[in-house]
């Protein structure tokens, strides 16, 4: 999609694709400071390389990356933007901030009696910052909006169980990673507002099933924005919902019901992108072509990563980045269990 570029510093008039990717890149390390370790290190690491051959690959114009450590100062983060630089896909325009995942909440949160635990953070997470968000772009970004901070009490008709104590339901944030608004400066002069996003698997838990309930809320929270049900505006057209949703609205463990209501209200378009794979998937009800990660000692393949237009954009192209074989599939696989989701959007 560089043609867009050009036509941004050209400032030529004329219609041209916008292509718009997420990909979950697995790049949450063990540990603080291992990441820049790795993209850093005088040996080259195998999965970073293959992630970066995969973002060469995809071609995106904005791209959100889910999966991947944050660190205050950004230095993965400038690291991976250089190795990207270096192997021919600048992206000169970045936004991360801090996640919920590691942030600690000084409660016992699992309920076992230890505190300070990965499970005990405001989204799980083994040190603050681990497994966050980094939006990707050639185009220029305006400020960000960041919905972080919001509670998941203050959220209208959420799902948090009827006996969480007075102190969690106080403090406990509804995002388990990250919630944005982050607007993207298009050639002509308008913006097309990011809605970007990433949830918690709705497992792990118990007969509770507090992380089910809060990866519904945490899709629920963009109908209740897009609604302006809550103490933001409401976000304005041309705009894209994208990020790992890690949830399958067929297939799988979860309560789909704020995704299904997502994917086919008048708000949004879902461009259905399929890969070539070629993976059946008989005891699922899903289209095995839509799934976007592959759990080998699980449940199988599932669409749990979205990239969802406006109802207003004229989409030209849709696609999982999951070739059947040949040596990009090798590279892909390499680097994560899901795979890159694209679609590409005409603009005027």
């Given at each position: 999609m560089t043609g867009l570029l050009w036509l941004a510093l050209s400032g030529a008039a004329s219609a041209e694709t916008l292509r718009l990717a997420t990909w979950n890149v697995d790049l949450a390390r063990q540990g603080p400071g291992l990441l820049v370790e790795d993209l850093l290190g005088a040996r080259p690491d195998p999965q970073v390389q293959a992630v970066i051959a995969g973002i060469v690959a995809l071609d995106a114009d904005v791209l959100l990356l889910t999966g991947i450590d944050h660190d205050a100062r950004q230095v993965a983060l400038t690291a991976l933007a250089d190795r990207?630089?270096?192997?021919?896909?600048?992206?000169?325009?970045?936004?991360?901030?801090?996640?919920?995942?590691?942030?600690?909440?000084?409660?016992?949160?699992?309920?076992?009696g230890k505190l300070g635990q990965p499970r005990d953070a405001m989204g799980y997470g083994a040190f603050?910052?681990?497994?966050?968000?980094?939006?990707l772009s050639r185009l220029p970004l305006g400020p960000a909006t960041d919905y972080t901070g919001f509670l998941w009490a203050d959220l209208p008709g959420h799902l948090m169980p009827a006996d969480t104590p007075a102190p969690e339901r106080a403090g406990q944030r509804l995002s388990s990673v990250n919630h944005w608004q982050v607007p993207v400066q298009l050639p002509g002069g308008g913006q097309l507002a990011v809605l970007a996003?990433?949830?918690?698997?709705p497992v792990f838990d118990g007969p509770e099933?507090?992380?089910?309930?809060?990866?519904?809320?945490?899709?629920?929270?963009?109908?209740?924005?897009?609604?302006?049900?809550?103490?933001?505006?409401a976000p304005r057209p041309p705009l894209v919902l994208m990020g790992d949703a890690n949830l399958d609205s067929a297939d799988g463990d979860g309560r789909p019901q704020a995704l299904r209501a997502l994917l086919s209200g008048p708000a949004l378009q879902d461009p259905a992108p399929r890969g070539s794979?070629?993976?059946?998937?008989a005891a699922h009800q899903?289209?095995?072509a839509l799934d976007t990660a592959f759990y080998a000692k699980g449940v199988g393949g599932l669409r749990v990563d979205y990239v969802l237009p406006s109802a207003g954009?004229?989409?030209?192209?849709?696609?999982?980045?999951?070739?059947?074989?040949?040596?990009?599939?090798?590279?892909?696989?390499?680097?994560?269990?899901?795979?890159?989701?694209?679609?590409?959007?005409?603009?005027?």
């Open positions: 990207l630089a270096a192997a021919g896909a600048p992206y000169p325009f970045r936004f991360t901030a801090p996640p919920n995942a590691g942030h600690p909440t000084g409660l016992d949160l699992d309920r076992n603050r910052g681990q497994g966050g968000m980094a939006l996003f990433a949830a918690t698997p099933d507090r992380n089910g309930r809060r990866n519904h809320d945490e899709a629920a929270f963009w109908l209740r924005l897009m609604e302006g049900a809550l103490p933001f505006p794979h070629g993976r059946s998937e899903g289209d095995p954009l004229r989409v030209s192209g849709a696609g999982v980045l999951w070739p059947a074989d040949g040596a990009l599939a090798e590279t892909l696989a390499q680097a994560s269990r899901h795979r890159p989701v694209w679609v590409d959007v005409t603009l005027p």
